[in-house]
């Protein structure tokens, strides 16, 4: 059974950073992507950030660029989403997602995770 379970979400100023964590099981991911999206109250949900398990190709949405940073631990299976210099317009549930195409569109990622609430203050 595929499990994505997130981590690390919380209260942060804005200004402030935290990293957000995707644990991964139940099989084997090497052909996947792995993919943050967000999602804030009466809106949909938004891609923010993909990377491929296997090479580490990297894609960013225009709003988190050059403030968001996605990586991924191999041997641990666990994706990481490390954000600085929120803003309060980051807000929203954070969510992993695990696909077999290399897309920005949610209804393409197979699997999903719980999600994590982000809340950035003013």
């Known amino acids: 059974q595929v499990q994505l379970v997130e981590s690390g979400g919380g209260l942060v100023q804005a200004g402030g950073s935290l990293r957000l964590s995707c644990a991964a099981s139940?099989?084997?991911?090497?052909?996947?992507?792995m993919g943050w999206f967000r999602q804030a109250p009466g809106k949909e949900r938004e891609f923010v950030a993909r990377?491929?398990?296997?090479?580490?190709?990297?894609v960013y949405a225009d709003s988190v660029k050059g403030r968001f940073t996605i990586s991924r631990d191999n041997a641990k299976n666990t994706v990481f989403l490390q954000m600085n210099s929120l803003k309060p317009e980051d807000t929203a549930v954070y969510y992993c997602?695990?696909?077999?195409?290399?897309?920005?569109?949610?209804?393409?990622?197979?699997?999903w995770g719980q999600g994590t609430q982000v809340t950035v203050s003013s």
């Open positions: 997602a695990a696909g077999t195409v290399a897309t920005t569109i949610p209804r393409y990622y197979q699997y």
């Open positions: 139940g099989r084997t991911f090497d052909s996947y992507v």
């Open positions: 990377i491929r398990w296997s090479g580490g190709n990297t």
